[in-house]
């Protein structure tokens, strides 16, 4: 195993946070087009090998479904009928000069000259195309972070693309099959670029939106700010060592001081979105009624306590939110609990007078997931040990299984033969557990693209999460298993979010085919 680079005395943000499990230990993730919704179907004939064959369950030739494979069935679409409508974007990366965080100038980079970037609303089964054009001094892409695209589509130059360079341009397009809170950012520079300001929301919406009063986004983020300016200096030995770059002003939609005005009564769906390069938020909601209903994007089995939700880098909660008439003429602050210091996020401000009618429906959250609590027999199909050690460009590497993905970051990124790891292979359709094992002290927030994953265990003992993710919090010391049936073939990237981290070489690569 390789060492844990030096830990410096004294606490220091995530390291100094107890470390907590909340509500997630306990008891108990197109093949063709149908003229309907086709309820996620996984392709019959890809169990793994060694299951037995059931009498007359299929031809000799066909594997037969797993348990955990006929558990899965319906739990979100193959494939999703196109509605006809194309939404047409344009999207620019440039520099900008931006009244943000308390309302100075700032320079940044920026999507459309804002940030957070446009926030882009379709519904599931449009067509989105996106024109892509490239202002920076610097090549870089846009990944669609959490959105099942075909392979090509999913923005991770050398491996999906070609990266796209200074002046050019590159056209995105997908049918979203998955109705939900999604983002996107570069994949190329990332722990720079994305800290320079480039991260925008996409909001794929269902064919019948639920009826809130209001549906609004929070993007939470920090910023390191030095003598006025977004501090130059990236991917430091500090930041390596530790979570990653951690800002010393943070923010809910470019400002320190975001302020939601609303009415006693209203019901509102908020979004939440954690596009910070390292920090982990954990926000608080007490004195307001919010449930979550959607994690990553797609809808819980059942609404849950927000509290003590760990909102890592590149993470999404949404919250049913219904604002009680008691509440009326009274400002509710949104603290974030993670560290032992907390820290406000933002104000809901309630005005005076009478309720308005409150909108009454059924929560959302009432999604298909399976349990899959029988696995622990299941072999990991791939496991990865999570390590660091001294060396490489950066001075510190940061390893899956002992080794550093490279980077070219003037041409384009490694490609997916230069990654130098082994390339794992799930079967397309079929179960597979996968395990994180964290030999460090560090937080790794695992991301898998292409493909949805519930979480199964944490350090051997059973989770109760009744939803899917897309990343999952590895805390210090800790092993994690994680079920996934991947129904998208191409190589698909997997790495840990805080943005140092994966610059340093903690990226792999997923091989999703026919097997």
Not at 47 to 65: Q, S
Not at 164 to 183: C, K, L, Q
Request: hydrophobic share 40%; proline share 10%; with cysteine.
């Amino acid at each position: 195993m390789q060492p844990t680079p030096p830990q410096p005395a004294g606490p220091t943000h995530a390291a100094a946070a107890p470390r907590r499990h909340p509500w997630i230990i306990g008891a108990a993730l197109a093949a063709a087009l149908a003229a309907a919704l086709v309820l996620g179907r996984p392709h019959r004939g890809l169990a793994p090998e060694g299951e037995p064959a059931r009498a007359g369950a299929a031809p000799a030739h066909v594997k037969p479904l797993t348990a955990q494979v006929r558990e899965f069935e319906g739990s979100y679409a193959e494939a999703v009928a196109p509605t006809g409508v194309v939404r047409e974007v344009a999207l620019e990366a440039a520099p900008a000069t931006l009244p943000l965080l308390d309302g100075r100038p700032l320079e940044v980079w920026a999507y459309n000259g804002q940030v957070p970037g446009p926030t882009i609303r379709v519904r599931r089964g449009d067509t989105l195309r996106v024109t892509f054009t490239n202002r920076l001094p610097q090549p870089t892409t846009v990944h669609w972070h959490g959105v099942r695209v075909p392979n090509a589509m999913d923005g991770v130059p050398g491996v999906t693309q070609p990266a796209v360079p200074p002046g050019g341009t590159f056209v995105y397009e997908f049918v979203p099959r998955d109705a939900g809170t999604f983002w996107f950012h570069p994949h190329l520079r990332s722990s720079e670029q994305v800290e320079r300001g480039l991260y925008g929301v996409l909001i794929v919406e269902d064919p019948e939106p639920t009826p809130y009063s209001r549906d609004i986004a929070w993007v939470l983020d920090d910023w390191r700010i030095r003598e006025g300016a977004i501090d130059p200096r990236f991917n430091t030995p500090h930041d390596l060592m530790h979570d990653g770059r951690w800002g010393n002003v943070i923010t809910v939609n470019g400002s320190t001081d975001e302020r939601l005005a609303v009415q006693p009564g209203e019901r509102i769906r908020l979004r939440l979105l954690n596009a910070a390069n390292g920090r982990v938020f954990a926000p608080d909601f007490s004195g307001l009624d919010a449930r979550v209903i959607a994690v990553d994007g797609l809808y819980a089995a059942r609404p849950l306590d927000p509290a003590g939700f760990e909102l890592a880098p590149g993470n999404r909660i949404d919250l049913d939110i219904t604002v009680p008439a008691s509440t009326a003429g009274r400002q509710i602050g949104v603290i974030d609990r993670f560290t032992r210091r907390p820290n406000a996020l933002a104000s809901i401000d309630v005005s005076q007078g009478a309720a308005v009618q409150t909108p009454v429906f059924p929560s959302p959250a009432t999604a298909h997931v399976p349990a899959w609590r029988d696995t622990d027999s299941i072999a990991p199909r791939s496991e990865y040990v999570l390590a660091a050690r001294r060396g490489g460009e950066l001075g510190i590497e940061w390893t899956l299984n002992g080794a550093a993905a490279r980077h070219a970051h003037d041409i384009e990124a490694a490609s997916g033969d230069g990654h130098a790891h082994e390339i794992a292979a799930l079967p397309r359709g079929a179960f597979s557990k996968l395990r994180f094992v964290n030999d460090s002290g560090r937080l790794h927030p695992i991301h898998l693209h292409g493909m949805f994953f519930k979480v199964l265990s944490r350090d051997g003992r059973p989770a109760d999460e009744p939803f899917f993710r897309d990343t999952v919090l590895v805390h210090p010391r800790e092993a994690v298993d994680i079920g996934v049936v991947p129904l998208d073939e191409g190589r698909w990237m997997l790495h840990c979010h805080i943005l140092e981290h994966a610059e340093a070489g903690m990226m792999s690569l997923l091989d999703v085919k026919a097997m």
